[in-house]
Structures are given as structure tokens and as C-alpha cells.
């Protein structure tokens, strides 16, 4: 049986999603807890491996088993076995031609930055901050240039093991509440490293270190060196992955995540 899940995590305490034979990470724990629950070996592929410090609303992943157990069950099993800061939301049977990667049609991020002189506390690791002042008009501007396809060479790490540069960005925007800037990103697929580089490169332009039409050139560029700095990952979130109706895969409902730093 092919078993599709959906996860949320914070990512502080982990190397990214993949497992790594010397580091903590989300597969690692996940595929221990459900391996307990299914009483053999369980390997999970995931929508999006996610970055070291990189948190999820909404991870989706699928693993197949012979183990029968109720869906019910992997959820109960599975979140008595992982940590705190990991959980299961929900579980169901897959068809025989989902893959939680491959099937995929489009992921959203959430970047939040926190914009003030003074530093997080109760946020600490769950948001960025930056002390110098944003304008969130000239983020937007520049951002405006990202949409739709384009070769994303510029916006990519270096050691970024995609075939083709190329993504389709539907939807980037960026938004201020109150001594909160957020920006959200929607595109069929990301590259490594491609949402903090894109936030790097925005934040730049809002401190008025760079001219609105930096962005622009550095897509031009299609060379990573002109790229500018790799945002920090503690405010990056996987916000949703979503995938052709046939599948009927939940989607999380989009929400201003920590409404309580207006």
C-alpha cells in the first residue's frame, strides 16, 4: 500500500529534511517513528527537502508499506513516536502513481522577517531579523521582475544539483504588518537555496543598499556570484504543496502565521 501523509516541524533543531549518516533531520525521525508504527523498515520521500532551520506548516510526503494498519493508527503511533517539534496532521491511502516530489504542481514559502531595533525573543529561530529598516514599496517593486518563468541561475546555490535553472513563479509578494515584513512565494518548483536568495536579494534593496532595478540584473546575470547575500533560514516556511484534484491531497488553508507580532 502506497501511504501519503501530510507534516508541520520546526526546523531549528535539524539539519534539513534528508536523513545524514552525522546530523539530525526530519526524514530520520520520521521514518524511525513510522517504522515502530508499521514494525519494519519505512523510507519516506518527501514534496520539498527542506533546508537546515527551514520550518513546515505543510510538508507532504509518501512512504509504502506492507504493514495494515488503520489511518488513524499512523497518525497516533506515528506523533507518539517523534519529537515535540515534529507531527504528523493527517495520513491516507495514495494511488499507485502518487509521488509526494514528482506529482507535485506547485509549492508556496513564507518569509518572515522581523523588522525592529530590537531582537526576538519568544521568536528566536522562528523568524529573521533584521534591526535597519525595510521599505517593503521598493521589495515589491523589484520583486515584480521574479514573476513568471525565468532562468533562475542567479537565484540558485551554487552546489544546486537541478538539471535546469528554469521555474515558473506565480505568485511573490511582499507585505508589512505593523514591525512584520512577509514575503510569499508560489512557484511549480524551487531550486536550492532559491527563496532565501530571492529574499537576500529584496532585503537588500529595502535597506537602499541596492537600486530597485538590482533584482532585474541579477536575474540577467544568470551567475550566482552576482547574487548577493543567502537570507538567514530561521523565518523560512514551507507553507503548502498542492497537486492535481484526482489525487485529493489536503491543502492548508493560507493564515497570517504569527498574527500575535502585529
Not at 534528508?18 to 526524514?27: E, L, N, V
Not at 523588522?115 to 529561530?125: D, L, T
Request: charge should be neutral; aromatic fraction near 8%; hydrophobic fraction near 40%.
Amino acid at each position: 500500500m502506497k501511504i501519503v501523509l501530510g507534516l508541520e516541524y520546526s526546523g531549528t533543531q535539524y539539519s534539513g529534511w534528508q536523513r545524514q549518516k552525522h546530523a539530525r533531520s526530519i526524514q530520520q525521525y520520521v521514518e524511525d517513528a513510522l517504522s515502530r508504527v508499521a514494525d519494519q523498515t519505512v523510507k519516506v520521500q518527501c514534496a520539498g527537502r527542506t533546508d537546515t532551520g527551514v520550518h513546515a506548516l505543510h510538508q507532504v510526503a509518501h512512504f509504502e508499506t506492507d504493514a495494515v494498519r488503520e489511518m488513524r493508527s499512523w497518525v497516533l503511533g506515528g506523533n507518539v513516536n517523534l519529537p515535540q517539534d515534529i507531527s504528523i496532521l493527517w495520513v491516507r491511502p495514495a494511488a499507485d502513481d502518487f509521488h509526494a516530489r514528482y506529482s507535485a504542481t506547485g509549492r508556496s514559502y513564507r518569509y518572515i522577517i522581523l523588522n525592529r531595533s530590537a531582537r526576538p525573543g519568544i521568536y528566536n529561530h522562528r523568524v529573521t531579523w533584521e534591526c535597519r529598516s525595510l521599505d517593503e514599496h521598493k521589495m515589491q517593486q523589484s520583486a515584480d521582475c521574479l514573476v513568471g518563468e525565468h532562468d533562475f541561475t542567479s537565484y540558485r546555490a551554487v552546489d544546486c544539483q537541478s538539471n535546469s535553472p528554469v521555474r515558473r513563479v506565480r505568485r511573490l509578494d511582499v507585505n508589512r504588518t505593523g514591525d512584520t515584513v512577509i514575503i510569499n512565494i508560489e512557484a511549480n518548483a524551487f531550486l536550492h537555496h532559491m527563496v532565501r536568495n530571492i529574499a537576500g536579494v529584496l532585503m537588500e534593496i529595502g535597506m537602499g543598499k541596492a537600486p530597485v532595478e538590482w533584482s532585474q540584473q541579477v536575474l540577467d546575470a544568470r551567475d550566482r556570484t552576482v547574487g548577493g547575500v543567502t537570507a538567514a533560514p530561521d523565518g523560512l516556511y514551507l507553507m503548502n504543496v498542492t497537486y492535481p484534484e484526482k489525487f485529493n491531497i489536503p491543502v492548508l488553508a493560507e493564515f497570517n502565521l504569527l498574527a500575535v507580532t502585529q
